[in-house]
C-alpha cells in the first residue's frame, strides 16, 4: 500500500469528505470554521495538499472534492506506520501490549478468537 501519511488538519478534511461523499470546497472552509476555528485559506491550502497527496479530487465547477481514498485504507496505513515506529515493527508486542491493558468482554475475545481461526486457514 503506498505511503500515504496525513496529519491531523488533513484528517479534518477527510472526516468531512468520508461523511459526505462530495462538498464543495467552500462549504468545507464553513463547516471547519465552526469547529476548528480555520480561516478561509487555511483549509484551502489543506484541500490543495491533499489534491496533491491525491486523497482529493477536485470537480468542476464548483471546486467540488471528493476522497480519493477510502478511511479504511487511511487507517490500515497509520497503524502501520504506529506499528513500525513504537514497536519496531513487531504486530506481536503491539498486539500483547494492547490487549494486556484493555478490559475485554467475552464478546470481544470471541471475535477476537474467530478472527485469529480465519488466519489459521
Not at 501519511?5 to 465552526?34: C, P, Q, T, V, Y
Not at 504486530?91 to 484493555?102: A, G, K, M, P, Y
Amino acid at each position: 500500500m503506498k505511503e500515504i501519511r496525513l496529519h491531523e488538519g488533513e484528517l479534518n478534511i477527510m472526516e468531512l469528505l468520508w461523511s459526505n461523499k462530495s462538498l464543495a470546497a467552500k462549504d468545507m472552509a464553513k463547516i471547519i470554521k465552526e469547529y476548528v476555528g480555520w480561516e478561509k485559506n487555511t483549509t484551502y491550502t489543506v484541500i490543495k495538499r491533499l489534491i496533491n497527496k491525491g486523497v482529493v479530487v477536485r470537480e468542476e465547477p464548483g471546486f467540488i472534492c471528493r476522497a480519493a481514498i477510502s478511511k479504511r485504507a487511511i487507517q490500515q496505513i497509520e497503524t502501520l506506520s504506529l506499528i513500525q515506529k513504537l514497536y519496531n515493527d513487531s504486530l506481536e508486542t503491539f498486539i500483547s501490549d494492547f490487549l494486556r491493558v484493555q478490559d475485554l468482554s467475552a464478546g470481544v475475545i470471541e471475535q477476537l478468537e474467530r478472527i485469529i481461526r480465519e488466519q489459521k486457514v
